[in-house]
């Protein structure tokens, strides 16, 4: 990069400035992870809008990592946002002292500091707005945890009987943390993540009526649309997007169980994908699309330096056919071969994501009398497909 271009970028970029971070600690922002080195004091050349910061703290010799602690923040540009490693709880905080705070970004903004920041990797910026673009202030404002750090030692009491090999490992990791609630120090909360039934329960409605309510979860859909996201779509799929970052990046097993619930809730709609909310099961599909893309890449190289210790990746157990996915995915792939009449871009992102399924995961979805792939163009017994605007829905 020109010099003239890269110094325009570190002006008018956000800088995080993080004091006092121990060598070896894995540190990460978005979808970049490093190791930290003696120099570092933080990352410069933050594009504007949210951005995920995770970091786990090592032993001596850099081969032993606790817990990761993550947090979301909103970057503006030119802003310096400070950050100082708090040794006692292995954590980094905001300073307290407002005259501190101010000669560091002073320092920040005359580049007194700016051989000790690494550069955000502009190349991967793309690949970071596929997966949190739904993401706003509001989003993070209504979610994160008192305080804001995510971290799986906060979730000691949530865990209950974890059933996948990440899940397991994840419960094991806690219970033998250092940041532990038996360790005697403090222990953020856990985030606000909006309750999804698992089973729907109405008043005066029972046997049969009960039971399609539970098959087809429009019903439960709209209520929660209306009741916790005040009409929202953008709300919901954000909330979405927020639980995958913090499972993935995070480690928040609470985040995992709420992707979940969220994931299966959207999947278990029989009705709404095709009448009611064709945009939002569209931008449904484009979201896990691309959050499935991101999770399953087989890339050792996820920590600079060739260090490991926090894997960015989806664990083995999600290649399993068993896995709550495959099933979701075939069951909504089937409706969507069974529909009459189909919106032509949710049928098209469905394909993309079928496709990512059989060639990243070796799934395969063999539907009834129509092979292993959804409708090709000139089957004859494809639906019909229509293009909705804006004003359709």
Partial sequence: MEQEKALELVKKGATLLCLDVPQYTLFGIDTQMFTVGPNFKGIKMIPPGPHFVYYSSSNKDGNA?????????????????????????????????????????????????????????????????????????????????????????????????????????????????????????????????????????????????????????????????????????????????????????????????????LVTLLFGCAEAPFHTRSQLFTKFIKVIYYQLKFGFQNDDKSVSGGEKGASLFLDDSWLSKDSFLHHLCKNFFSLIQEASVIDGDLLSWTRKLEQLLQTTLGWEFTHNGAGDDLYDEDDEFAPVIVMLDETSI
């Fill in 65 to 261: 990592f606790s817990p990761f602690v993550g947090f979301f923040v909103i970057a503006s540009p030119s802003e310096v946002i400070v950050r100082k490693w708090v040794q006692q709880e292995e954590r980094l905080i905001g300073l307290s002292d407002e005259e501190e705070e101010e000669r560091y970004c002073i320092g920040v903004k005359n580049m007194e500091l700016d051989r000790y920041l690494g550069p955000y990797d502009l190349k991967k910026l793309i690949e970071w707005k596929r997966i949190s673009n739904c993401i706003t202030k509001s989003t993070i404002e209504r979610i994160q945890p008192i305080g804001g750090d995510i971290t799986v030692s906060s979730e000691s009491g949530f865990v209950g009987a974890p059933r996948t090999t990440m899940e397991m490992a994840l419960a094991e990791q806690l219970r033998n943390s250092k940041f532990s609630e038996a360790s005697g120090k403090s222990v953020v909360s856990g985030c606000c993540y909006t309750s999804i039934p698992r089973v729907v329960k109405q008043k005066g409605v029972v046997g049969q009526d009960l039971t399609s309510l539970n098959l087809d979860k429009t019903q439960l859909l709209e209520t929660l649309l209306l009741k916790e996201y005040g009409g929202s779509e953008e709300l919901l799929l954000g909330e979405l997007q927020f639980s995958y970052i913090a499972f993935l990046m995070g480690q928040s097993l609470e985040s995992f169980f709420q992707w979940k619930d």
